[in-house]
């Protein structure tokens, strides 16, 4: 019944020119009631807004729009137009519709195939709804005609021209504006018509269009366009710089694109062949030159396949290759010759090493048994425990040059990432494998010496625990089939020979300290060092600030004199750094052309390095009541631990501790007031004196953290040494757990502990009775230099170390 009913209203094309006849709003054919309102169809629009003068198209689909548009027609009617406030809504409540609308003319109406209509609609001016009259089968409102004024100066006139700048600003950077449309604004005779044309072509959101609708004064609208068009021109600003930027790739593309397609035609007309395929052909070709597992071969021919498939400007080309690279130059099969000559092995440890005997035997142990069977033996994993500077990774180093392998070294510490071992998967961009088979492509051999070093630092967080990675890698019976995560492929492991370093075994997780065999690296005895210094350092030092040839001599008093006042260590290192310090005096001296002495003795020591750091004789000037000198052991090797004990009469029994005390020493402390207690008839103590007595133990040096049992001991004589009045003789080192009942526990590093007692002059050594096995682990030099006292019970350390009361 709608067909292309003609109401006198222009064809669609040529919405532009209907509107351009307009210049002012006007109500037609419209007969006001008394009350100045009319009553007309009421047609809810969905998601725009239709402006005074302006010509739109409008989609009608639902059955109440539809009755309207039928009874607009039927009655020779026109429209009013508003705007619902949500466009989801298909049946509007008074709530749902803005009051402020737009009288509109129905023109052309068209049935589409869906059964809906095409309507153009014409604004005529903006109304008021004031009541809504009717629902079913349509809406109708009553409405009241708002009329707006046409105020007239220079400051309108001025706002209007800075308006349609930047609309033809506007008009030339968006792709959405027809061009003529600045033409038909220029056209614009009033303030209001103007700011309704732009409102109309923006892209505005429905609340701030129905917002421009309801400012009725002209000029105010026009200042709310005129921002919005000042945004919309640094909008298109950026739109424009983005799509430039975009084309420049794009056509950057092409032209590599096309340059490289001519680049391949000419190569082909020479006969030489485009370079991807000459880079596949050499890729090929080394495929086939070399010999890989089965399992390798398989997967490297699969990806060069996919690789041959594959345009040349494809993102996977570089990722495919790059994995075809690695798993060419990875030495699967191929091997160094070891060199299992037992005596050439141990004239290069000996040569490179002086002492650590019983670690160069167990090297030279498995050279032999290799050497007899080298299928039937597994290859172990060493783990070189001791303090720093001792000389656990030259050792390594040494070793490799013994079995002819190439050395690698990777430092563990504070590593907290499982893919560096492992390697990351290809899927991330960027993917590698892990360190241990960058390490093996990098020596071109599956059988080198790998030493991890500083193992008992390694970390963990979110990214994985690296020490769990490090069992497969680590144990025997896993690593001939280690998987990395880059590879994707299983890789033999059992031909290298891992050794790892630690200065202390408590971090190691307890699995991966069960697949190492454990190599203890205690301190250096002085004379030991004394013959480093001669054999290794002084001719190295020298050497390196050029003075090997200019007789320099270092005496052994000079030497002994460097070891116990200018460094307190249980390695080599610092010793070395004294030495070098001498030579570059001396150096500077020769340079600047002055005299320097050749022979070093104790007095040119101290000209050229200062006053000693270290007393060489540590122990206190005399013996004192409450003072144990307690042995400890740390991850540096042995060293003195003082303790003292006060008592504070008039008290309430108090037990006070500082010096930075662990939770096992505070026990061991707590034990030994509780035996003290215990034993307060045979020991001659009244027992009242422990409820009126506060003590307070105290270890100096408060800023290092200490703990272990084996402070047990000295604890237990200092206390009674306080409470008795009687000294303690200041030349004994005592070292010890102790039960509740009094009994003296075996500890660990007793050798270690012996070296440090003998270094600050201990005379006596007090030990449990238990590690009578690691006097065996002594130097026979230092057994002669201190009484070892062996002891089980507390009892047999006080005929030992106090002295009669004074």
Request: charge should be negative.
């Amino acid at each position: 019944m709608f067909e292309e009913e003609d109401l006198d209203f222009p064809p669609f094309p040529d919405l532009l020119g209907a509107v351009m006849q307009l210049s002012e709003e006007v109500i037609d054919d419209v007969v006001l009631d008394d009350d100045g309102t009319f009553e007309r169809p009421l047609l809810p629009l969905r998601g725009m807004v239709l402006f005074p003068q302006m010509v739109t198209p409008l989609f009608v689909g639902r059955e109440s729009s539809l009755a309207a548009i039928q009874a607009a027609a039927q009655h020779g009617e026109s429209l009013i137009a508003a705007a619902q406030r949500d466009g989801e809504s298909l049946h509007p409540g008074a709530s749902d519709i803005y009051l402020i609308g737009t009288h509109a003319r129905v023109g052309k109406t068209l049935r589409l195939p869906d059964n809906s209509l095409s309507v153009l609609c014409q604004g005529q001016g903006r109304v008021e709804i004031v009541a809504f009259t009717q629902w079913e089968p349509y809406i109708r409102v009553r409405v009241r005609p708002i009329y707006q004024p046409n105020d007239w100066n220079e400051q309108t006139e001025a706002l209007m021209r800075a308006t349609l700048d930047m609309f033809e600003k506007v008009v030339e950077m968006s792709r959405r504006i027809p061009d003529d449309a600045f033409a038909f604004a220029l056209n614009a005779e009033n303030a209001g018509f103007l700011a309704d044309f732009i409102t109309t072509t923006l892209d505005l959101p429905l609340k701030a269009k129905q917002s421009l609708l309801e400012t009725l004064d002209p000029v105010e609208r026009l200042r709310t366009i005129s921002v919005l068009l000042g945004r919309e021109v640094d909008l298109l600003e950026t739109e424009t710089m983005i799509h430039h930027k975009v084309q420049q790739e794009i056509d950057k593309s092409q032209r590599e694109h096309f340059l490289r397609e001519q680049m391949r035609v000419i190569q082909g007309e020479l006969g030489e062949g485009d370079i991807f395929t000459q880079e596949l052909a050499e890729l090929k070709e080394t495929i086939a030159n070399i010999e890989l597992p089965e399992p390798v071969q398989a997967k490297a021919d699969k990806e060069l396949a996919r690789l041959a498939s594959m345009p040349p400007m494809s993102p996977e080309m570089g990722v495919i290759r790059n994995y075809l690279d690695w798993l060419v130059d990875i030495p699967w099969d191929k091997m160094s010759e070891d060199n299992l000559d037992v005596r050439h092995a141990a004239k290069v440890l000996n040569a490179d090493h002086y002492g650590l005997e019983k670690i160069k035997d167990r090297i030279l142990e498995y050279i032999a048994v290799k050497a007899i069977a080298a299928d039937k033996m597994k290859t172990p994993i060493l783990c070189f425990v001791g303090p720093p500077g001792v000389g656990k990774t030259s050792l390594g180093k040494s070793i490799a040059r013994a079995l002819n392998r190439q050395f690698v070294r990777m430092s563990l510490g504070g590593m907290r990432d499982e893919a560096e071992i492992r390697g990351h998967r290809r899927t991330y961009i960027g993917a590698m494998p892990g360190r241990i088979v960058q390490s093996l492509r990098r020596v071109g051999t599956n059988n080198p010496l790998f030493m991890l070093d500083e193992i008992d630092k390694i970390g963990k967080d979110f990214r994985g625990d690296p020490s769990s990675a490090l069992l497969e890698v680590l144990d025997p019976e896993q690593n001939y089939a280690f998987r990395d995560h880059y590879l994707d492929l299983d890789l033999d492991l059992s031909n290298v020979m891992f050794v790892t370093t630690a200065n202390n075994l408590r971090p190691i997780p307890p699995p991966l300290r069960d697949r190492m065999e454990i190599i203890d690296f205690s301190s250096y005895l002085d004379n030991e060092k004394i013959e480093i210094c001669r054999r290794f350092i002084i001719p190295r030092q020298l050497e390196q600030h050029g003075l090997d040839d200019k007789g320099i001599q270092i005496s052994e008093a000079t030497l002994k004199m460097l070891i116990r006042q200018y460094t307190y260590e249980a390695g080599v290192r610092n010793l070395e750094r004294e030495i070098g310090s001498v030579c570059r005096k001396l150096a500077r001296k020769l340079a600047e052309g002055k005299r320097f002495p050749k022979k070093i003795g104790r007095k040119q020591l101290e000209d050229l390095l200062g006053a000693p750091k270290f007393s060489e004789d540590m122990l206190h000037e005399e013996d004192e009541v409450g003072l144990a000198m307690g042995v400890a052991w740390t991850a540096n090797g042995g060293d003195t631990m003082p303790i003292e004990v006060n008592l504070m009469p008039g008290g309430k029994g108090n037990l006070q501790l500082t010096g930075k005390l662990g939770d096992v020493l505070k026990e061991s402390a707590r034990l030994a007031l509780t035996y003290t207690r215990s034993r307060c008839k045979e020991l001659g103590i009244e027992p009242e004196r422990f409820d009126t007595t506060d003590i307070h133990i105290h270890m100096p040096e408060g800023a290092v953290p200490k703990d272990g049992p084996s402070a047990g001991v000295p604890l237990t004589i200092a206390l009674i040494s306080a409470f008795t009045n009687r000294p303690i003789s200041r030349t004994v080192g005592m070292t010890g757990e102790i039960t509740l009942r009094g009994r003296v526990l075996p500890v660990g590093g007793i050798r270690e502990k012996a070296l440090a007692a003998g270094r600050v002059g201990i005379k006596t050594f007090v030990m449990p009775k238990k590690n009578h096995s690691d006097l065996q682990e002594i130097p026979k030099n230092l057994r002669q230099q201190l009484n070892f006292v062996e002891v089980s019970r507390i009892e047999d350390v006080i005929d030992v170390a106090l002295l009669p009361e004074f």
